[in-house]
């Protein structure tokens, strides 16, 4: 199985800030990383796929980059709504696998 | 308006069975792979099983391989996944998924809790 590997785990940080999160996987998954969005008590919302198409109707300020086993995703200035967990996931192969979350919390 | 609406979540004693469902609307059901995904109390998600479009190609993570079967039906644009021998560390919110052939998910549903308890 693929290890998926978020860093940092949580994350505080203040409106305008930029902030980048990065995921690892345990051998490369080319180019099939994909980044959500989750907010208390809801399903989680596709930002990035294939790591650095922006899915349609997400903010520009988000962006995704890597290839093979590093990845980031990046807030160029963080708002008020970005606050939340994120989760990276590989779809490579199955067994389908997620990073383990980064709490962004404000500071 | 694409949409994903589960059903059939709710509260049952370890080793007895659930089945939930998911209503697929406003998009080509029969034409995307479909996924279930978890989520444990304040846990991560972790997939739990796919179905290709046709139904012919079927995986599972292994926790509940030999346990729980996805199944879907193109005639009535739904998803299922049948789960068999329960256990406490089943319990959690199981949302459905779409997406294309990449496996990313565009679309999920809002989700049905699973609790698992004597």
């Known amino acids: 199985d693929i290890q998926m590997t978020q860093s940092p785990s949580s994350l505080s940080a203040s409106v305008g800030d930029r902030v980048t999160i990065t995921c690892r996987a345990s051998q490369s998954v080319a180019g099939y990383l994909n980044w959500y969005q989750q907010k208390p008590g809801k399903a989680p919302k596709l930002l990035i796929y294939?790591?650095?198409s922006l899915q349609s109707g997400v903010p520009s300020r988000f962006s995704g980059s890597g290839f093979g086993t590093d990845f980031t995703l990046t807030i160029s200035s963080l708002q008020p709504e970005d606050f939340a967990t994120y989760y990276c996931q590989q779809s490579y192969n199955t067994p389908i696998t997620f990073g383990q979350g980064t709490r962004l919390e404000i500071k | 308006q694409v949409q994903l609406v589960e059903s059939g979540g709710g509260v049952v004693q370890p080793g007895r069975s659930l089945r939930l469902s998911c209503a697929a609307t406003?998009?080509?059901?029969?034409?995307?792979?479909m996924h279930w995904v978890r989520q444990a109390p304040g846990k991560g998600l972790e997939w739990v099983a796919l179905i290709s479009y046709d139904g012919n190609n079927i995986y599972y993570v292994d926790s509940v391989q030999g346990r729980f079967t996805i199944s879907r039906d193109n005639s009535k644009n739904t998803l299922f996944l049948q789960m068999n021998s329960l256990r406490a560390e089943d319990t959690a919110v199981y949302y459905c998924?779409?997406?294309?052939?990449?496996?990313?998910?565009?679309?999920w549903g809002q989700g049905t809790p699973v609790t698992v308890s004597a």
């Open positions: 406003g998009f080509s059901f029969s034409t995307y792979n």
């Open positions: 294939s790591a650095s």
């Open positions: 998924a779409k997406g294309p052939l990449a496996g990313y998910y565009d679309t």
